[in-house]
């Protein structure tokens, strides 16, 4: 199971909008609509953000937002701030009923 | 209040086995997978295998499979991920998330056990 492939990093000024992107296959990200995002702190517990693709749990800014084309899927932070500055993971189910990781992207404001 | 309580870190020499663990606490334990989640220095998250505390079933990534196991303990909501004889490249953070049963993601998180072998 190869991993799914995002950007090394991402930047953007505060108040910018940015997109990560991550590519998988069909028997990943292009076969289900079970896409998730995290972010993730160093030294903290990763923060699941996106689910199902588009979904934002409870709690999640209104500023983080999903969706997919295909075999890839994006993340898109709108209205950049300081807080947002981490490393951002894609995962997908798969074919093999397992779970896949991007490689993760770190996000510079 | 939901937590993941994760064991804490370890220093052990290739070969030695080890046994981490995975506490949940303040949701009912027996109703969501347990999945854990490799983490090797300066590099990406890795899934490596799953678990459901109620009856056991545990599912392993093809990369993992053979290398660690994974059991729990529903007495004690606790889940496990272990090694019989560990390699310099086992060191990493190893985090635990759990899964609700019928969905496909991972909504709450551990902070993770950091296990270093070295000589």
């Known amino acids: 199971q190869s991993a799914l492939t995002q950007p090394a990093s991402v930047s953007g000024s505060p108040g910018q909008s940015i997109t990560i992107s991550c590519t998988g296959t069909?028997?990943?990200?292009?076969?289900?609509?079970?896409v998730s995002w995290y972010q993730h702190h160093p030294g903290k517990a990763p923060k699941l953000m996106i689910y199902?693709?588009?979904k934002r749990p409870s709690g999640v800014s209104n500023r983080f937002s999903g969706s997919k084309s295909g075999n890839t899927a994006s993340l898109t932070i709108s209205g950049l701030q300081a807080e947002d500055e981490a490393d951002y993971y894609c995962?997908?189910?798969?074919?093999?009923?397992?779970?896949?990781f991007g490689g993760g992207t770190k996000l510079t404001v | 209040e939901v937590q993941l309580v994760q064991s804490g870190a370890e220093v052990k020499k290739p070969g030695e086995s080890l046994k981490i663990s995975c506490k949940g606490s303040?949701?009912?334990?027996?109703?969501?997978?347990i999945g854990w989640v490799r983490q090797m220095p300066g590099k990406g998250l890795e899934w490596m295998g799953i678990?459901?505390?109620?009856?056991?079933?545990?599912r392993y990534s093809p990369s993992f499979q053979g290398q660690v196991t994974i059991s729990a303990d529903k007495s004690i909501s606790t889940a496990y991920l272990q090694w019989s004889s560990l390699k310099a490249s086992d060191t990493a953070m190893y985090y635990c998330?759990?899964?609700?049963?019928?969905?496909?993601?991972?909504?709450?998180w551990g902070l993770g056990t950091l296990v270093t072998v070295s000589s």
């Open positions: 998330a759990r899964r609700q049963n019928a969905i496909r993601y991972f909504d709450f």
């Open positions: 069909s028997s990943d990200v292009g076969g289900y609509n079970y």
């Open positions: 995962s997908s189910y798969t074919s093999s009923s397992t779970w896949v």
């Open positions: 303040g949701y009912s334990f027996t109703t969501y997978w």
């Open positions: 199902d693709v588009s």
């Open positions: 678990i459901y505390p109620d009856d056991s079933d545990t």
